[in-house]
């Protein structure tokens, strides 16, 4: 899946500049004018591997793992593979949609697999990406070999999801009856260069991953990688997106017939233990990997370089 660049006579700086724009700001028009975004990463020979990001998110958010400690390119050079992170609907470069579901963003990235000649291929996805990863494997079984997931959710926000909620909760619950609210919120939020560290106690996270972004840098890095690139075009897409969570998916989860990997660590509180045992209970291909003192953040810095390595099966893969 070859990508060009036409800037092959600019000076090295320069062409570097320009292609990095160039690979994370593309596009292509769906049949109903809207725009899908989308970046690419890694050896353009690669082995195509579909990623969904959190929310609110971008397809910038792979970039995180650099401030995580990884080298991304790196990783996915050893692994031989071509990373295609894609915009939602109203998020990043995407062109918002007012009917847009789980399903219709499969029909999407359908397209979009098309356009760039994929015939199959498997996806990755980490938090909010969870529904999407399970809609496209359920819509397009000829177009999905494998799924991963990392602390990703598995089933819509009913009264027992939210009670085991984090902090988190709060911005669902906005997104579900008031949201105005969470549109203004979001909007003060992106127009805010953060200046100091946010004292632990206010996050909500564990201290695994609240030492992932201590740093100003990394936390200002989170920030501009996922819900203001997200919000790059306006909240609307953002709360849309929130809203969809506190329905039902619109499909079975329990038809899916790829294997489903699923990664949680028992410290996450982001994304509580029920989307891993709904996993484990629905899905009889699931592959379960489970991690102690691990949390969201920290899961995605670890689940990430496993997921690569499972599927290019350059390593034993086994239940945990």
Same mark, same amino acid.
């Given at each position: 899946?070859?990508?060009?660049? *036409?800037?092959?006579?600019?000076?090295?700086?320069?062409?570097?500049?320009?292609?990095?724009?160039? $690979?994370?700001?593309?596009?292509?028009?769906?049949p109903d004018q809207r725009k899908l975004g989308f970046a690419l990463y890694g050896p353009a020979s690669g082995a195509p591997l579909? =990623?969904?990001?959190?929310? *609110?998110?971008?397809?910038?958010?792979?970039?995180?793992?650099?401030?995580?400690?990884?080298?991304?390119?790196?990783?996915?050079?050893?692994?031989?593979?071509?990373?295609i992170a894609v915009d939602r609907p109203g998020m990043g470069l995407s062109t918002f949609n007012p009917d847009g579901s789980f399903?219709?963003?499969?029909?999407?990235?359908?397209?979009?697999?098309?356009?760039?000649?994929?015939?199959?291929? *498997?996806?990755?996805?980490?938090?909010?990406?969870?529904?999407?990863?399970?809609?496209?494997?359920?819509?397009?079984?000829?177009?999905?070999?494998?799924?991963?997931?990392?602390?990703?959710?598995?089933?819509?926000?009913?009264?027992?999801?939210?009670?085991?909620?984090?902090?988190?909760?709060?911005?669902?619950?906005?997104?579900?009856?008031?949201?105005?609210?969470?549109?203004?919120?979001?909007?003060?939020?992106?127009?805010?260069?953060?200046?100091?560290?946010?004292?632990?106690?206010?996050?909500?996270? *564990?201290?695994?991953? =609240?030492?992932?972004?201590?740093?100003?840098?990394?936390?200002?890095?989170?920030?501009?990688?996922?819900?203001?690139?997200?919000?790059?075009?306006g909240t609307t897409g953002a709360v849309y997106e929130a809203r969809l969570y506190c329905r039902e998916f619109g499909f079975p989860?329990?038809?899916?017939?790829?294997?489903?990997? =699923?990664?949680?660590?028992?410290?996450?509180?982001?994304?509580?233990?029920?989307?891993?045992?709904?996993?484990?209970?629905?899905?009889?291909?699931?592959?379960?990997? =489970?991690?102690?003192?691990?949390?969201?953040?920290?899961?995605?810095?670890?689940?990430?370089?496993?997921?690569?390595?499972?599927?290019?099966?350059?390593?034993? $893969?086994?239940?945990?």
């Open positions: 899946m070859p990508v060009s660049n *036409p800037m092959t006579n600019f000076v090295p700086g320069l062409a570097h500049l320009y292609y990095n724009f160039y $690979v994370y700001h593309q596009t292509i028009t769906l579909l =990623y969904f990001h959190g929310s *609110p998110s971008s397809r910038l958010e792979p970039l995180l793992l650099q401030e995580f400690g990884h080298n991304l390119e790196a990783l996915l050079l050893r692994a031989h593979v071509r990373l399903l219709s963003f499969a029909d999407d990235v359908a397209i979009l697999a098309h356009q760039l000649f994929l015939d199959q291929c *498997p996806v990755l996805s980490w938090s909010g990406g969870g529904p999407y990863a399970l809609a496209v494997a359920h819509r397009c079984p000829e177009l999905i070999s494998k799924v991963a997931i990392i602390a990703g959710i598995s089933r819509y926000f009913d009264a027992p999801v939210f009670r085991q909620m984090g902090i988190n909760k709060w911005y669902f619950r906005m997104a579900k009856f008031s949201p105005w609210l969470l549109q203004r919120t979001l909007g003060v939020l992106c127009s805010k260069k953060l200046t100091r560290p946010i004292p632990e106690r206010l996050t909500g996270f *564990p201290h695994i991953d =609240y030492e992932l972004i201590r740093d100003v840098k990394h936390l200002n890095a989170l920030a501009n990688l996922t819900y203001k690139e997200a919000c790059r075009n989860i329990a038809d899916i017939r790829q294997t489903v990997h =699923y990664w949680w660590g028992n410290l996450d509180s982001s994304v509580s233990v029920i989307h891993a045992e709904t996993i484990e209970k629905e899905i009889s291909s699931a592959i379960m990997h =489970y991690r102690n003192g691990e949390g969201h953040l920290s899961m995605f810095q670890k689940g990430f370089p496993e997921a690569l390595q499972i599927f290019l099966n350059k390593s034993a $893969v086994t239940a945990s």
